[in-house]
């Protein structure tokens, strides 16, 4: 059974950061994709950053160059770093885990309907 749990959300302003956490338990062997979606209410999830287990990353377009993604090497720890942040940003965090035999992680835009285990979501909220 997979698990993902989120944390690392809160309130900054514009121009600050934050760092979200996914603490995964349950991914074994085989391979696996690694999501960061974010929701705001009325539109679908957006996928913003992707890991695969061969540490393969790759970022929405818009992202790039202020979102990081890392992770422990075992997929079981994976952060989002969120710099230069912008009000636009403002979203429900999300984790989302499955395993994913094509190689890397689906290109960009994700769909995150082929994504099965979730977390229950981080809140970051950005204020001009």
């Known amino acids: 059974q997979v698990q993902l749990v989120e944390s690392g959300g809160g309130s900054v302003q514009a121009g600050g950061s934050l760092r979200l956490s996914c603490a995964a338990s349950g991914i074994t062997s085989g391979s696996w994709c690694l999501v960061w979606f974010r929701q705001v209410p009325g539109k679908e999830r957006e996928g913003v950053a992707t890991?695969?287990?061969?540490?393969?990353?790759d970022y929405a377009d818009s992202v790039k160059g202020r979102f990081t993604i890392s992770e422990d090497g075992a997929l079981k720890l994976v952060y989002l770093q969120l710099n230069s942040l912008k009000p636009e940003d403002t979203a429900m965090y999300y984790c989302?885990?499955?395993?994913?035999?094509?190689?890397?992680?689906?290109?960009?835009?994700?769909?995150?309907?082929?994504?099965?285990?979730w977390g229950q979501g981080t809140q970051v909220t950005v204020s001009s």
């Open positions: 989302a885990a499955d395993q994913w035999y094509g190689g890397n992680c689906p290109s960009f835009p994700v769909s995150h309907r082929i994504f099965r285990f």
């Open positions: 890991v695969d287990g061969n540490s393969h990353y």
